[in-house]
């Protein structure tokens, strides 16, 4: 399977590339550096320069994979996989389809599981292991505002 991965070489996105490659998937990775694209490329995957603003080089990424795989900082609690696959179809102009519990397995294949339990996004254990307090917008409306997927458009939180 072709999977196209954002924030592939962050903390948890490299751990996912590292293991999508090793069950012999094959990944494009979002990278924003040419650091980035060494560490790609040594993992084992392939590179797309971009960011999440550019939405040409998102639409590229997610036209070649058979499934797409964000990864974004979180600030609040309990936010869904839906909802979040919700506001990137608006946002992008996707159509956003469901899938019974036989398709997603065949779509998704080893990540249809996590995609099943949808366990609600939380930023609670960050918070209280670093201390960390959100400054901007939580994921949804920084999903959903103007321009987050703008070529050129200023970033919020991410």
């Known amino acids: 399977m072709r999977v196209f991965v954002t924030g592939a070489t ?4 490299s751990a996912v590339v590292r293991e999508l490659v090793e069950a012999g998937h094959q990944v494009i990775g979002l990278v924003r550096s040419a650091q980035g694209v060494e560490k790609l490329v040594a993992a084992g995957a392939r590179s797309l320069v971009g960011s999440l ?9 997610a036209s070649e994979a058979d499934a797409v795989i964000p990864f974004h900082a979180i600030g609040e609690t309990g936010v869904a996989l839906k909802d979040i696959a919700g506001a990137i179809s608006r946002s992008l102009g996707l159509p956003l389809v469901s899938l019974s519990p036989d398709e997603a397995t065949e779509h998704f294949g080893w990540f249809a599981p996590f995609a099943a339990i949808d366990a609600p996004a939380t930023s ?16 949804l409306a920084d999903l959903t505002q103007s321009g987050y997927f703008s070529i050129g458009s200023a970033t919020s939180s991410h």
């Open 10 to 13: 962050g903390w948890v996105g």
């Open 53 to 61: 603003e550019d939405v040409e080089r998102l639409r590229e990424g």
């Open 124 to 139: 609670d254990r960050t918070r209280a292991l670093l201390g960390w307090t959100p400054e901007h917008a939580g994921l």
